[in-house]
């Protein structure tokens, strides 16, 4: 057993209310998520408020998309706080938060961490496997397509 954490920043040429916009509601990670690209028939489930606490998401689709759910647990202009569950292809419950700090240039700086802990099998296999190098390419694709989805609509 053991904890991991993978983190990624970037920064925004975009207002923090802007990037904020963009992560508080899961309608619009489609504009940015790099897991969208995963699966072109990915079933997709929406409840509770629109965007900000409560705000909920499941998806499920093929064996890259896997099948998970995603409900905000907090949300303040500089912060959003996600509960990330995972149900396939493997179980796992991670914490995430995108914090968003003004540059003071009017842009924003972008830090996104997921942390978690790898339990009995995925475990074992997390002594093998560096959960960094398996899903901090997926953050940085991420970063830049939020990026791009800020600075092209602000």
Request: glycine share 12%.
């Amino acid at each position: 057993m053991g904890s991991y954490e993978v983190v990624r920043t970037t920064t925004v040429a975009a207002e923090p209310a802007r990037v904020h916009a963009l992560i508080d509601d899961f309608h619009a990670w489609r504009e940015w998520s790099p897991w969208e690209d995963a699966d072109p028939d990915l079933a997709r489930t929406y409840s509770g408020p629109d965007k900000g606490v409560g705000a909920h998401y499941a998806w499920s689709g093929n064996r890259k998309a896997g099948q998970g759910s995603m409900e905000i647990t907090g949300s303040t202009p500089e912060r959003v706080d996600v509960e990330l569950i995972f149900m396939k292809p493997f179980s796992a419950t991670n914490a995430v938060t995108f914090e968003l700090t003004p540059d003071g240039s009017g842009g924003t700086a972008v830090e996104w961490r997921m942390r978690g802990e790898q339990k009995g099998f995925w475990g074992f296999v997390g002594r093998f496997m560096n959960m960094d190098k398996l899903v901090g390419g997926d953050f940085e694709k991420g970063l830049a397509r939020l990026k791009v989805a800020a600075e092209s609509s602000g």
